[in-house]
């Protein structure tokens, strides 16, 4: 059993992602270890553990459609056999710059970068990527999860900084409209107006705002869920990579953690390099890619739009 199943007592009905003893020298034959000399195989896709400060400089220059950022916060976190200790801010923009600054050269005319921070890290990613690219919005998104406080308000929202290299990018409404339930139908000559009617209720898909409050955060009954700290929802990269990328697009992931922005990725017809420096993860990125293989659903994601929160599973 892995280190990080090891150390919990699963509830019957818990559906947490852990490797077995048994599975690991499989899954490591899907997982590509860069060590001194690496250097890239042949195939589109890949799951890289390493470095990211090593890897970027070793990968094909304007070569990537889409980046997808989820950096440590700023924060004193433990991510496994990496732990990040909290820096002033100016030290925080200055380790910003020196990962972002890798990725530039890697991007083509009409690439686009999404970068996530939390309310204490925003401020320094908007500076740090509107040095190197034009920034087109910030996302906010509600996390609804997280520990109340005394003497504070609950944090319960992240930011997700939206940038392109040039004002011509890849960005498609129509694959990211969200189904919204109308509470107050309006009919014209009889007919719903802007709505649907179905057995299931009254709904009506609706332009994307930046405001997201429809993400339910990976927990212990999701399949998708695993024992990484700071996963975020295959519903989040879906939004992302159907909007922002074209089918067979290559997506950069260099914090890959437990390997969603591959996962969503493969699920939607995208290559992807993912760089993780955590063998752990790695190889639970490895097991959720094999998964997906045959399992294309992504929660939330249905008939071609994206439902509200625990409107469809």
Not at 24 to 50: D, Q, W
Request: glycine fraction near 6%; proline fraction near 5%.
């Amino acid at each position: 059993m892995s280190k990080a199943a090891s150390k919990k007592a699963r509830a019957p009905r818990n559906r947490t992602l852990t490797i077995e003893a048994s599975e690991v020298s499989e899954l490591k034959k899907s997982v590509e270890f860069a060590t001194n000399g690496y250097r890239m195989s042949s195939h589109a896709s890949r799951m890289i553990c390493g470095d990211a400060f090593q890897v970027l400089p070793i990968l094909e220059p304007k070569s990537i459609d889409l980046v997808f950022c989820d950096p440590p916060y700023n924060l004193n976190k433990d991510f496994g056999e990496i732990k990040f200790t909290k820096i002033s801010t100016d030290e925080y923009e200055m380790w910003l710059d020196s990962w972002l600054s890798l990725c530039a050269p890697l991007l083509k005319a009409t690439s686009s970068v999404y970068i996530c921070g939390d309310w204490r890290s925003s401020g320094a990613i908007q500076r740090i990527g509107s040095k190197y690219l034009k920034t087109q919005n910030r996302i906010t998104w509600e996390r609804e999860k997280g520990r109340g406080a005394k003497k504070n308000w609950k944090n319960t929202a992240e930011d997700i900084w939206f940038f392109t290299v040039s004002n011509k990018f890849t960005f498609h409404l129509d694959a990211v409209k969200q189904r919204r339930r109308v509470v107050a139908p309006y009919k014209e000559n009889g007919k719903p107006k802007d709505w649907c009617e179905t057995i299931d209720g009254n709904f009506r898909d609706t332009h994307p705002s930046n405001i997201w409050t429809d993400i339910t955060v990976p927990f212990w009954s999701m399949p998708e869920n695993t024992d990484h700290p700071t996963q975020k929802p295959e519903k989040l990269l879906a939004k992302i990579i159907l909007a922002s990328s074209n089918p067979g697009d290559l997506i950069l992931d260099p914090f890959a953690g437990s390997g969603t922005t591959a996962v969503v990725a493969k699920k939607l017809g995208r290559n992807f390099v993912a760089i993780e420096s955590d063998k752990e993860h790695c190889l639970l990125a490895a097991k959720r890619l094999r998964i997906a293989e045959t399992d294309k659903s992504i929660q939330g994601l249905a008939d071609g739009v994206f439902w509200e929160r625990n409107s469809r599973i």
